[in-house]
């Protein structure tokens, strides 16, 4: 169980927000001209590394509100919580 | 190898069993392999035994970085069924279960595969539906599965509530009576012991830490136990394979989960089908009820589980079975799953020249061992992908032809519920 700042409503369980995935995947600018390659590539390959992780959540049965936070998929511990429309802040080891 | 009889038990039983030999070598890795699998679990063994077997490649190195079987072959729920919706599917998932059938007489070694039947249970007019369609698919391709009436499932399950307070009601099912359990453990070891009779050596505590390529071909591996040189590699990582596709330099469509299991304390036998619905439970030989549901609802690499999956498995398991209620539970983990966005496995190609891909078996890797392995180490002996697995390959992703079996892998009614 993972305990997650919802930077309206404080301190909540995480029961309470629903999990959205990576954060910052960017919709290529012009779909019409981009070949299947990044088109693939945006809808389906991640991330997905062993450490820390940007990713999105919503406090669902809160104030529904969605944001970024930096979380350790090994320790879950979340080191940075911050806006959905934010770039991420320097988190140092994000396997990239 | 020394076989096993009766006669070979009856023999070591006048010397108290204390004589036994050891089921595989500890070898060194040699400086060079014509193949290396990575990862010591059911796929990468079930590959290596194929590869000598099928393809007399015996110069193989499976290396794993903790023990052998211990990632998730050795996690899962041990279910083993057929019961998926696309033909793609259903052929590769039965020729898994044929194999099953035939597993303990081909690897000498007691798999206690145990076909009690697999049955789905509909909550809804929408998952009666769904499971119609179903079983008119798989009954088209030729595997047998039959609805079943609400009378049938209370026949099969006597302690089934079918209508629960909570305003839950059941509106039938089906079963594939050929699905079941087996031994998870034996079936990584059975197959380590006849690999290792064909030559392979298992190399346990062996890390995979980088890769060596030459013009956009893999020429080695860096383990935590020295370089060993290769042209052809096998992933067989599940929860891992993000991983390693990164030092290989490309990404790959998967998402690593927790999946969770647990089991209860032994009782008399009280359910004798494995029940596959909102969440999915049978009775161990030894009277164990395991439990297992969906996955975590974030990536995680942990191998632990969590609180709110337990308490929501625990309330399923007493909305169906109001009599489990009683029970205590006595372990609980977690799997690294390696779940993919159709929820169907990757193999195949990968875009490093000599580099394969066995992985996004998310949560139905095990029933997938004997089939995974004999079609893995056809498609690296020959350089292309076996017929049977074709439509499973990355490129899929690019092409858009996806293969959704969200239904039948459990991810889409599992996931609804949190």
């Known amino acids: 169980m993972i305990q997650i700042d919802c930077p309206l409503c404080g301190l909540r369980d995480e029961s309470e927000f629903t999990w959205g995935g990576e954060a910052h995947i960017c919709r290529p600018e012009n779909p019409d001209t981009v070949g299947d390659e990044e088109w693939g590539s945006y ?17 669902s049965y809160g104030c529904n509100q969605w944001f970024n936070l930096i979380r ?24 990239e | ?9 009856a023999k070591h039983a006048l010397t108290g069993h204390r004589h036994w030999p050891q089921f595989w070598r500890t070898p060194a890795p ?48 041990a279910i083993i069924r057929s019961n998926y919706l696309n033909p793609v599917s259903t052929r590769f998932y039965d020729l898994s279960l044929k194999l099953y059938e035939g597993l303990s007489q081909e690897l000498n070694y007691n798999i206690m595969f145990s076909q009690r039947g697999v049955v789905n249970i509909a909550h809804s007019r929408a998952q009666l539906r769904m499971m119609n369609y179903r079983v008119n698919a798989l009954q088209h391709a030729g595997i047998e599965a039959e609805m079943l009436s ?83 590699v096998g992933l067989a990582v599940a929860g891992h394979s993000s991983e390693l596709a990164t030092k290989l330099g490309f990404r790959l469509p998967i998402t690593s989960m927790a999946l969770q299991a647990m089991v209860s304390e032994p009782v008399k036998p009280v359910l004798d089908v494995v029940l596959d619905g909102t969440i999915y439970v049978s009775q161990s030989d030894r009277g164990e009820l395991v439990l297992g549901g969906g996955t975590d609802v974030y990536n995680s690499y942990a191998q632990r589980g969590n609180l709110p999956r337990v308490e929501n498995n625990m309330s399923e398991l007493l909305d169906l079975f109001p009599a489990f209620s009683r029970l205590k539970f006595m372990r609980q983990w977690a799997g690294t799953v390696d779940t993919t966005p159709d929820s169907s496995p990757i193999m195949g190609h990968s875009p ?67």
């Not at chain 1, 879950?76 to 080891?93: C, M, R, V």
């Not at chain 2, 071909?217 to 020295?226: L, W, Y």
């Not at chain 2, 697995?389 to 889409?412: C, H, K, V, Y």
Request: aromatic letters at 8%; a negative charge.
């Open chain 1, 43 to 59: 809808l389906f390959m991640r991330q997905n590394p062993r450490g820390n992780h940007r990713e999105r959540w919503c406090h």
């Open chain 1, 72 to 95: 350790d998929t090994v320790s879950h511990k979340i080191t940075s919580i911050y806006p959905i429309d934010q770039l991420a802040p320097e988190s140092g080891d994000d396997n």
């Open chain 2, 1 to 9: 190898m020394h076989r096993h009889s009766i006669l070979s038990i």
């Open chain 2, 30 to 77: 040699q400086s060079h392999y014509d193949v290396v699998i990575v990862g010591g679990g059911g796929h990468g063994l079930a590959t290596a035994y194929y590869l000598a077997k099928e393809h007399g490649i015996c110069n193989v190195a499976v290396l794993e970085k903790g023990w052998l079987g211990g990632g998730n072959t050795g996690r899962n729920t």
């Open chain 2, 150 to 232: 609400i009378e049938e499932l209370k026949f099969l399950m006597p302690l089934l509530r079918e209508n629960s307070p909570s305003g839950r009601q059941t509106f039938g099912g089906f079963i594939q009576r050929r699905g079941g359990t087996a031994r998870h453990d034996a079936v990584a070891w059975g197959y380590a012991r006849a690999a290792d009779a064909l030559g392979v050596d298992i190399i346990q505590n062996c890390e995979v830490t980088g890769f060596n390529q030459s013009n956009g071909e893999v020429v080695g591996v860096q383990t935590s136990q020295g370089e060993i040189k290769t042209s052809r």
């Open chain 2, 352 to 418: 490093v020249e000599g580099v394969y891909l066995n992985c996004g078996w998310g949560t139905y890797g095990f029933k997938a061992i004997p089939a995974g392995g004999l079609t893995f180490a056809d498609t690296i002996a020959n350089g292309r992908p076996h017929p049977l697995i074709d439509a499973f390959s990355l490129q899929r992703f690019t092409s858009g032809a996806l293969i959704d079996e969200g239904d039948s892998s459990g991810m889409d009614d599992k996931e609804a519920l949190l």
